[in-house]
C-alpha cells in the first residue's frame, strides 16, 4: 500500500513538472519586468542573449539548444505577444557570465539596464542611473566592466 502512495505521489510530481514546461507562445505571461521575465526563462533552459524595453514592449532575444526565439512582450500585462523562433548555425555561444549576472552586478551599482546584446566579444548594455542613460561595455567571459559612457 505504502509503494502504490509512493508510486501515485511521484507520478502527480512528474506529470506537474512536464506540465509546467513552458511554451512560448502569444498569450503566456513571462512577467511585466526584465528581472521576472529572465528570471522565468532561464529557469526553463533558456540563454537571454538580448532584450530591449521600449514603453510598450520587451523585446527578448533567447536561445535554448539549436533554437533562437524573438519573443516579444507587452509591459503591462507581461504576455506573449508574438514569438519568432529560427534554427540557429555555426557554433554555441562562448561561455561566460549569463545576462542575470550582468543585471545583478550593475542593479548592485544602481543601474535599470534598458538594453542588454551579448556578442561573442563583448556585452553591451544601455542603463538608467541618476536620470541619464550610460552605454556599459562588459567582457562576456570575466564580467568586468570594460568602459562606461554617458549618452546625450
Do not use: C
Not at 3 to 15: G, S
Not at 50 to 63: F, G, N, W
Not at 69 to 86: F, L, N
Not at 116 to 128: L, P, S
Amino acid at each position: 500500500m505504502k509503494n502504490q502512495a509512493l508510486f501515485l505521489a511521484l507520478a502527480a510530481a512528474l506529470v506537474s513538472g512536464a506540465a509546467y514546461a513552458l511554451d512560448l507562445v502569444p498569450g503566456t505571461r513571462l512577467g511585466t519586468g526584465i528581472a521576472a521575465i529572465s528570471g522565468e526563462l532561464s529557469e526553463n533552459g533558456f540563454e537571454i542573449i538580448r532584450y530591449d524595453k521600449s514603453a510598450d514592449t520587451i523585446e527578448v532575444y533567447a536561445v535554448k539548444g539549436d533554437v533562437r526565439h524573438e519573443v516579444y512582450i507587452d509591459v503591462v500585462t507581461g504576455k506573449i505577444t508574438r514569438v519568432e523562433s529560427t534554427t540557429r548555425r555555426g557554433p554555441s555561444p562562448l561561455p561566460g557570465v549569463s545576462e542575470e549576472q550582468v543585471r545583478t552586478m550593475l542593479a548592485g551599482q544602481g543601474y535599470e539596464i534598458v538594453t542588454f546584446e551579448r556578442e561573442r566579444r563583448k556585452i553591451e548594455v544601455y542603463a538608467k542611473k541618476d536620470g541619464r542613460l550610460w552605454e556599459i561595455e562588459v567582457h562576456p567571459g570575466t564580467g568586468e566592466v570594460l568602459s562606461v559612457e554617458a549618452e546625450g
